[in-house]
């Protein structure tokens, strides 16, 4: 069973960083794979932030996060990280790990636009950007 687990939400000042982890078990790292940070605000749709393919790291983000975040991960270690940068209020949201393991043939752009796409969830973490 797969299981991911994220971590390193919390407050922060405009301007300020955080780094988000999530931790993969499972099968997540059985196969290549598409891995992605989606986050939600109240009120909102939930929206795409970064994919990563895991067979060569190539990464795609939403425009709203573009030059202020990066997606990465640590195949030994089973983890994805998300370092956040220049954050704004507006990038106060619910922050959501996700796993695409099915193999459909999709590309990372289209995966960012939809979370349907992927099959395994986290928990959440929660960044909140206010000065």
């Known amino acids: 069973q797969v299981q991911l687990v994220e971590s390193g939400g919390g407050s922060a000042l405009p301007g300020g960083s955080l780094r988000l982890s999530c931790v993969a078990s499972?099968?997540?790292?059985?196969?290549?794979?598409?891995m992605a940070w989606f986050r939600q605000a109240p009120g909102k749709e939930r929206e795409g932030v970064a994919v990563?393919?895991?067979?060569?790291?190539?990464?795609v983000y939403a425009d709203s996060v573009l030059g202020r975040f990066k997606i990465s991960r640590d195949k030994a270690k089973a983890t994805l990280y998300l370092q956040m940068d220049k954050l704004k209020p507006e990038d106060t949201a619910m922050y959501y790990c996700?796993?695409?393991?099915?193999?459909?043939?999709?590309?990372?752009?289209?995966?960012?636009?939809?979370?349907?796409?992927?099959?395994?969830w986290g928990q959440g973490t929660q960044v909140t950007v206010s000065s």
């Open positions: 990563i393919y895991t067979g060569d790291n190539g990464a």
């Open positions: 996700a796993s695409d393991t099915s193999g459909r043939l999709a590309s990372p752009w289209e995966r960012l636009r939809s979370p349907a796409m992927f099959n395994y």
């Open positions: 499972g099968v997540t790292y059985a196969s290549e794979s598409f």
